[in-house]
C-alpha cells in the first residue's frame, strides 16, 4: 500500500491502468474507494490513462490531523508533492467536488503542472474567508454535534449521515472546512482577480454538474470565467447520483482522449 510523507503527515495514493498521467481527487468526506471506485470511474479511465488516485489527507486511509492548520492550501501541497514524489512533471486533472476546488486552486496557483483539468460537481466560491466562515456554521455544527438527530439544518444532516456510513473522522472533516477558510482568500483571491487569472488559461478545462445540484446554484459559472472551457450538465442528476451516471462518465473519457491526442 504506497503512501509519501508531506512533513510528517502520510499521505496514501494508488496507481491504476496504463497512459498518459490522470492525478484524481476526490470529494470532502469520501476517499478512493468511495468516490472512485465504487462508481466505476476507474473501470471506465484505466484502459487508456494512468489513474493517480490520491486519499486527501483527513480521508480514506491517509492521516488526519485535526488541526485547521494542515489543510487548506497543504492539500493542493499534496499533490504537487505527490507529482514530484512519481517524477511527474505535468498531468492531467480530475477533481470532484472538494477535488475540483483543488484542481481549481492548482490552475491558478500551478499552471505549469497542468496539462488539462476536469471540474465535477464544482463551482468557485465567490466569497471570502468571512461569508465562508459563516456559511460552514451549519456543517460544523452537525459534525460536531453529538448524534446526528440534534442536527437541525437538512443539508447538514445529510452529510452528517453520510460521513458517519463511510467511517469518516469527524473531527478531522471540521478541521477541513476550518482550514480551507482559512486560506480561501489567498487560495481563490478576489472573484474580479480570479476572472482576469482564468481569462489567461490556456489548458482545455472540462465543467460537469448535475442539473439537480442544489450545493451549486450558478452552474455556468466556469464556462463564463474560462473562455474556451466545455460545460456540460447532467440532466435529472444531483451532487451524489452524478458520480454514477453513464453520461458523465462518457464525456470525461472523450474528453481525456481529446487532451491525449495533443
Not at 489527507?57 to 504537487?80: C, F, L, N, W
Not at 456554521?137 to 442536527?151: C, L, R, T, W
Not at 478531522?172 to 489567461?200: H, N, P
Request: proline share 5%; aromatic share 10%; net charge positive.
Amino acid at each position: 500500500m504506497p503512501f509519501f510523507e508531506n512533513e510528517g503527515v502520510k499521505i496514501h495514493y494508488e496507481i491504476e491502468g496504463n497512459g498518459p498521467d490522470l492525478i484524481m481527487i476526490h470529494g470532502f468526506a469520501t476517499s478512493i474507494k468511495i468516490n472512485w471506485k465504487l462508481t466505476s470511474w476507474i473501470k471506465t479511465l484505466k484502459d487508456n490513462n494512468r489513474l493517480i488516485l490520491i486519499d486527501c489527507r483527513g480521508h480514506g486511509k491517509s492521516d488526519k490531523p485535526t488541526d485547521p492548520a494542515q489543510y487548506g492550501k497543504k492539500m493542493m501541497e499534496d499533490i504537487v508533492k505527490l507529482m514530484d514524489h512519481l517524477s511527474i512533471g505535468k498531468a492531467n486533472f480530475f477533481g470532484y467536488s472538494m477535488g475540483g476546488s483543488i484542481t481549481f486552486g492548482l490552475l491558478l496557483h500551478e499552471p505549469n503542472r497542468v496539462k488539462s483539468a476536469v471540474l465535477g460537481g464544482f463551482i468557485p466560491s465567490q466569497i471570502n474567508r468571512e461569508q465562508l466562515e459563516q456559511s460552514n456554521k451549519p456543517m460544523i455544527n452537525a459534525f460536531s454535534a453529538e448524534s446526528v438527530e440534534q442536527v437541525k439544518s437538512p443539508i447538514a444532516k445529510q452529510f452528517r449521515k453520510f460521513a458517519e456510513s463511510t467511517g469518516a473522522d469527524l473531527k478531522a472533516l471540521i478541521a477541513v472546512m476550518e482550514g480551507f477558510a482559512r486560506d480561501v482568500d489567498d487560495i481563490f483571491s478576489s472573484f474580479s482577480e480570479m476572472k482576469l487569472t482564468f481569462k489567461k488559461i490556456k489548458v482545455p478545462v472540462l465543467s460537469v454538474l448535475g442539473s439537480d445540484d442544489a450545493l451549486m446554484p450558478n452552474k455556468t459559472l466556469i464556462a463564463e470565467l474560462i473562455p474556451g472551457a466545455c460545460h456540460f450538465q447532467i440532466q435529472g442528476k444531483d451532487h451524489s447520483t452524478v458520480l454514477f451516471d453513464p453520461k458523465f462518465h462518457m464525456v470525461v473519457k472523450a474528453f481525456l482522449k481529446f487532451v491525449n491526442k495533443k
